[in-house]
């Protein structure tokens, strides 16, 4: 999983001095790689520290010593500034409600450990460690937390401190609180929701002080075998819950673990479909299809959220030319090939903008789904995306210009 990649504005500094002291250059020549990675376009340039492409794409080397088409060279964008894939902080409030497997009561199969608690925890265990949730960071809280006479606890500010507080993945630390807990109690599932939330809530505020995370995602999951119904706790107002913290910008997946269970699974998509997600059911059936079945579930929610996407620096008193991009990736191997722009996403592959450049400012550069993937598998990889100042391109070469 990538972690960081660098983000050139303006892969122009070669060329800034020539620029400031000719003005705007009037010659047709684009000075950039003729579409086989040499560099040695039209500008008779040097590559610069750009390299090579496989694909015949042309290179996001530096220009060449013409400055060519510049345009407007004083609202250039013409600075370097680095940039991460959007991070990710998964909140999760965990039933271990009686019915997850509470040996001590023998009413029904729906007790037995070994149907959920045991397959369920064991998914929690799998996910948190797996090495692909790496760039997510993610926190766990239980749910009921009980006083010392056993009864569930109804205030949410006791649901907003985790057991395990926000840590990188992936983490050993939550298999070790897992070990610890074992299930009993009710279902007070609105104090939960509401202190999962508030942390959640916490959790966005600091990001959004600090300049590194700008950007971060934070969302709540809710593992859940069972309609809320202890704490004044109601579908409906957990559902309200959930609409407040998606109007805050923090959707809540829900993920049901049951056996034919209508009411459940109606509670989770309400609650879900509320939070701005979707609901997931999980048949606790055959403990062995339930972990798998979990872990997918899982691997899904990691998916949609832990998005290719890389924020625009907006540079003060310059200008970027959204039609002169070029995104090259850099593979752990030292592989290097152009990004192909594709707005539409054809094939899953490519790059897009967050918005089209027509309609106003975009904010980021969002990977397609195939590419995305290709790019997380690989930890050693790097993306390099450069920013021109130029109207045009004359020789045509970067897949990023459109």
């Known amino acids: 999983m990538i972690r960081l990649r660098t983000i050139t504005l303006a892969a122009v500094s070669a060329f800034i001095a020539t620029v400031t002291a000719a003005g705007c250059g009037s010659s047709d020549d684009s000075g950039f790689g003729n579409g086989n990675g040499n560099g040695n376009g039209n500008g008779n340039g040097d590559p610069g520290t750009g390299g090579g492409v496989t694909n015949g794409a042309g290179d996001a080397g530096l220009p060449g010593a013409d400055p060519g088409n510049v345009g407007n060279v004083t609202n ?52 948190y460690s797996d090495p692909k949730s790496a760039g997510m960071n993610a926190s766990l809280q239980y749910f009921p937390l009980q006083d010392g006479d056993g009864d569930s606890i109804c205030f949410s500010d006791f649901y907003k401190i985790q057991d395990v507080d926000l840590t990188p993945l992936p ?28 942390f959640a809530q916490s959790v966005k505020d600091a990001a959004q002080k600090d300049p590194k995370r700008q950007g971060e995602k934070v969302v709540v999951l809710l593992v859940t075998d069972g309609s809320p119904n202890h704490c004044e706790s109601t579908v409906d107002n957990v559902s309200s819950l959930a609409a407040a913290g998606k109007k805050a910008g923090i959707p ?32 606790a059936k055959e403990p062995g299809q339930t972990s798998t079945k979990l872990v997918n579930q899982l691997q899904e929610i990691r998916g949609a959220n832990l998005s290719c996407s890389f924020a625009i620096p907006n540079p003060s008193g310059k200008e970027i030319n959204y039609d002169a991009v070029r995104v090259n990736f850099t593979s752990g191997k030292n592989v290097a090939s152009t990004v192909p722009y594709s707005e539409a996403c054809t094939g899953d592959n490519g790059w897009h903008y967050d918005k089209d450049p027509k309609a106003g400012k975009p904010s980021q550069i969002v990977l397609c789904k195939n590419t995305c993937n290709t790019i997380q598998g690989d930890p050693g990889g790097k993306i390099n995306i450069a920013f021109d100042c130029r109207g045009t391109q004359a020789d045509g070469g970067s897949g990023g210009v459109h």
């Open 171 to 198: 983490s050993g630390n939550f298999a070790a609180s897992i070990n610890r807990n074992s299930p009993g109690g009710g279902t007070p599932t609105k104090p939960a929701l509401d202190g999962a939330i508030k």
């Open 252 to 283: 809540t997946y829900v993920i049901g673990v049951g056996g034919d269970d209508p009411e459940l699974y109606a509670a989770v998509d309400k609650i879900a479909a509320s939070g701005g997600t979707q609901g997931f059911h999980v048949d």
């Open 76 to 127: 250039c964008a013409s600075q370097t500034a680095t940039s991460t894939l959007t991070k990710v902080s998964l909140i999760t409030m965990f039933d271990r409600s009686g019915s997850m497997g509470d040996y001590r009561d023998n009413t029904g199969d729906h007790y037995n450990k070994r149907l959920r608690w045991d397959p369920v925890t064991q998914a929690m265990k799998t996910f």
